[in-house]
């Protein structure tokens, strides 16, 4: 059974930065797509960000310039480096990855902007 392990999460101030990791483990297969998503109070989950397993990634927007979407594919993990945070980046933050057919999400990581 797949799982995945998120960490990173916490309380940060605006301009600062943080670090998400998500560990897949449990599969015979690599991943295929690995990438982030956040959910804000009131709001509906949206895509950060998504790397494949070739490099190529795609940002929301509201992100570009900020985060970076990276991925060890020897340690089935991805990565968000996020900086330049803002009090709008505040939300719970999940990883899916998928290993095709099927798509797996963690247990979600709280970020918190704020002074």
């Known amino acids: 059974q797949v799982q995945l392990v998120e960490s990173g999460g916490g309380l940060v101030q605006p301009g600062g930065s943080l670090r998400l990791s998500c560990a897949a483990s449990?599969?015979?297969?690599?991943?295929?797509?690995m990438g982030w998503y956040r959910q804000a109070p009131g709001k509906q989950r949206e895509l950060v960000a998504i790397?494949?397993?070739?490099?190529?990634?795609n940002y929301a927007d509201s992100v570009k310039g900020r985060f970076t979407i990276s991925r060890d594919n020897a340690k089935n993990t991805v990565y968000l480096q996020m900086n330049s945070l803002k009090p709008e980046d505040t939300a719970v933050y999940y990883c899916?990855?998928?290993?095709?057919?099927?798509?797996?999400w963690g247990q979600g990581t709280q970020v918190t902007v704020s002074s």
């Open positions: 790397i494949t397993t070739g490099g190529r990634t």
């Open positions: 899916k990855v998928v290993i095709r057919p099927f798509a797996y």
């Open positions: 449990g599969s015979r297969s690599s991943p295929n797509e």
